[in-house]
């Protein structure tokens, strides 16, 4: 079986992986299972990788480690769907099988270019050869390594593209996760970064081939903000660069930055070639469990964005260890640029999940005897500045002078409150799953996305002072999986 350190074969895999079939199936069964969710089959899931549609076809892949529940083993398992609700489970795409990527397939990131996918990701060594290594500045290696598949399900050799001595000498060890940005003809990979004073940063490189690639210049908020960045993700909406990244250990200020990494959206001005300046930062996800987001452009010319539903050093846990899995990605959401600020919106495509959808005012909705823990929920209150919801007496939304606050204390397992300073509230959207919420307010610009272990079942209750509020309910349907 996987011994940490070790690297691990595909035949190794599938030889291990049949002796969980029972513990796999036993699993199954868990009623703490998400019905809409893409999770682990078996132990830990963690970030979503090489995100991309192909030939019609909708590739997530994610790092993934069956044997432990707390994810010591980092390869990409890899599923497809064409429209959001069927979904294939498919053979692990990418395993740490090399001496470029032993301890770790990390994460990264598609790119399709004529009729091919280039997969771009972090190979992580660690080295042990000494005793006095920090693994910051010393004792690690990131290799930048690059694929080419023809399908998304097989490729060609790893191909190495830069190591240690190709990134600049102001960083420390600590760079990964790459991600392309095409302009003007000129390819672009960011690549998250931790500098000598323990800032974060990104790192941009260039290439007109996809194969050799030059450091170009890092870029970095005026201000510092935590001491790695994570997971960068640069692309255009609307003529607009936006960068999202995972800015890690940033101080709680207030309600803000309350996580212990946080996830933000930057508006990011100037040309890929000539200079970026970042000049505007906002927070992407205000709940407990998000991180590590990706977002691709579909063949429609939509970005949708798909996060990790779990969040790492967190002082709170997920129940479902004890039952041997934990973790999830969010739905996917569509994004778009308005007025300055980027809105996230679940993809129309997840409306195919509605079942029973029911138009009732806040009086019908609290005399409604509703106990199902999958549903969509939508008020549109125009302008709405006192209201209370609760989705049973564990988990409670409010809005209040100036402030919209999550509740989840009584079953958070360690999760309590997380709140937003808004004016106002126009509309909220709530995606409850049995263990997750995702909370959209005011057209997707603030989201909160948390796990949750509710001990009893959903009872919508409403209590908003205007009485001409909208709401809609939906039951939701599970995805279906072969
Ligand atoms: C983010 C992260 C990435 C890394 C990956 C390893 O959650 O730490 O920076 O590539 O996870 O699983």
């Known amino acids: 079986m996987f011994e940490k350190y070790k690297p691990v074969y595909r035949e190794d895999y599938t030889k291990w992986i049949k002796t969980q079939k029972d513990e796999i199936a036993k699993i199954a069964k868990d009623p703490k299972r998400l019905t809409y969710h893409l ?283 004890q039952d041997g899995w934990q973790h999830a990605l969010t739905i996917p959401r569509l994004l778009e640029w308005k007025n300055g600020v980027l809105h996230q919106k679940p993809l129309p495509q997840l409306q195919a999940l509605r079942r029973n959808s029911r138009k009732l005012n806040a009086e019908q909705l609290n005399e409604l005897h509703f106990d199902e823990a999958s549903f969509e929920l939508c008020i549109e209150a125009d302008n709405c500045k006192e209201m209370e919801l609760q989705l049973n007496e564990e988990i409670c939304m409010t809005m209040k002078e100036g402030l919209f606050t999550l509740d989840i204390h009584a079953c958070g397992a360690g999760r309590d409150q997380r709140s937003v300073a808004l004016d106002h509230l126009d509309d909220i959207q709530i995606f409850s799953d049995t263990t997750s919420l995702e909370i959209f307010l005011n057209d997707g610009t603030e989201v909160f996305t948390t796990r949750i272990y509710p001990t009893r079942p959903r009872c919508v209750k409403l209590n908003i002072k205007d009485n001409t509020a909208a709401i809609t309910l939906h039951s939701l349907m599970a995805h279906q999986f072969k």
């Open 39 to 321: 999770m682990p089959e078996k132990g830990w899931l963690n970030d979503p990788n090489g995100l991309c549609q192909f030939k019609g076809i909708y590739h997530i892949y994610y790092q993934y480690d069956p044997f432990d529940i707390n994810g010591d083993l980092k390869l990409w398992a890899h599923v497809t769907t064409k429209d959001f609700i069927h979904y294939e489970q498919k053979e692990p795409f990418l395993f740490p099988d090399s001496d470029i990527d032993t301890h770790g397939a990390y994460s990264g990131s598609a790119f399709v270019k004529d009729n091919q996918i280039h997969y771009f990701y972090t190979g992580n060594i660690k080295l042990f050869d000494r005793d006095d290594y920090d693994y910051i500045h010393s004792g690690r290696v990131a290799n930048t390594i690059h694929l080419v598949s023809d399908d998304g399900e097989h490729f060609d050799q790893k191909q190495l593209v830069m190591e240690m001595k190709d990134y600049p000498k102001e960083f420390t060890q600590h760079v990964r996760d790459p991600k392309l940005i095409e302009e003007k003809g000129i390819y672009y990979m960011v690549q998250g970064a931790r500098d000598q004073k323990d800032h974060g940063a990104i790192l941009i490189f260039s290439s007109n081939d996809l194969e050799h690639w030059e450091y170009r210049y890092s870029l970095t908020s005026d201000q510092p903000l935590g001491y790695m960045w994570e997971c960068p993700d640069l692309f255009e909406l609307d003529q607009q660069k936006i960068l999202i990244t995972c800015p890690q250990g940033v101080s709680t200020d207030g309600m803000d930055y309350a996580n212990v990494h946080s996830v933000t959206w930057m508006q990011v001005d100037g040309e890929m070639e000539t200079g970026l300046h970042i000049s505007k930062i906002h927070q992407l996800d205000r709940g407990f469990d998000f991180y590590a987001p990706q977002s691709f452009e579909d063949e429609q010319g939509r970005r949708i964005l798909i996060g990790w539903m779990g969040i790492p050093d967190a002082d709170y846990t997920n129940p479902t260890t």
